[in-house]
């Protein structure tokens, strides 16, 4: 398992990320990635799946990884990868990144920022904080302060630079990065793995 899963990885970065053309690809031996999935089942007789994939590759960036729970050869249950850009190379760069990636893997963003978080989300959350406040029996004027302040703080939790940074809560994220000093830095890309999702 641990082998595929190793080799999985290689060619993910070949297939530029899609499941689809990950599935068709040969492996060594000569036969798809599914047909491995397939054989690997029957071994094992558990249900295995490839339900989602990613390869950050920006240039001129670097990428920070975290593993949580590593079973082997950094392969872990739950991973994040930060690809970070600036021409600075130091210390608190690289201390920064593995915090970083630790923050994601533990805060799970949905948005580097607040006009990044897809329309289809806010509306959805729009619709359960409606439907919450309904029976409230409180006035409109009241219901609607209220469901836009709720909106706010799930917009707030949820964008990267601006929730509570997990190493020192009573600062955001981008507040941190602010107080790094590097000027040119940039989060180009971000992304968190857990096992079941």
């Given amino acids: 398992f641990i082998n595929f899963v190793k080799e999985l990885s290689?060619?993910?970065?070949?297939?530029?990320s899609c499941v689809k053309k990950l599935n068709v690809s040969k492996m060594h031996n000569g036969k798809t990635v599914n047909e491995n999935l397939v054989s690997l089942i029957a071994k094992v007789g558990e249900k295995i799946t490839i339900g989602r994939t990613k390869t950050i590759s920006h240039p001129g960036a670097k990428n920070f990884v975290y593993h949580h729970t590593v079973v082997k050869y950094n392969l872990s249950k739950l991973a994040a990868v930060a690809s970070l850009e600036t021409k600075e190379k130091s210390e608190k760069l690289d201390l920064f990144g593995k915090q970083l990636t630790m923050h994601i893997a533990s805060s799970n963003p949905i948005a580097l920022d607040s006009e990044s978080i897809q329309?289809?989300?806010?509306?959805?959350?729009?619709?359960?904080?409606?439907?919450?406040?309904?029976?409230s029996g409180k006035p409109e004027k009241i219901v609607k302060k209220i469901s836009i302040g709720k909106l706010n703080k799930f917009v707030e939790e949820n964008s990267l630079l601006s929730q509570a940074w997990v190493m020192e809560p009573k600062k955001k994220v981008k507040d941190v990065i602010n107080e790094l000093k590097i000027n040119d830095l940039k989060i180009k890309d971000y992304y968190r793995l857990k096992i079941g999702e």
Avoid at 10 to 16: A, D, G, R, T, V
């Fill in 119 to 135: 329309k289809e989300i806010l509306e959805k959350e729009q619709e359960l904080i409606s439907e919450e406040l309904k029976n």
């Fill in 10 to 16: 290689e060619l993910n970065n070949l297939s530029e």
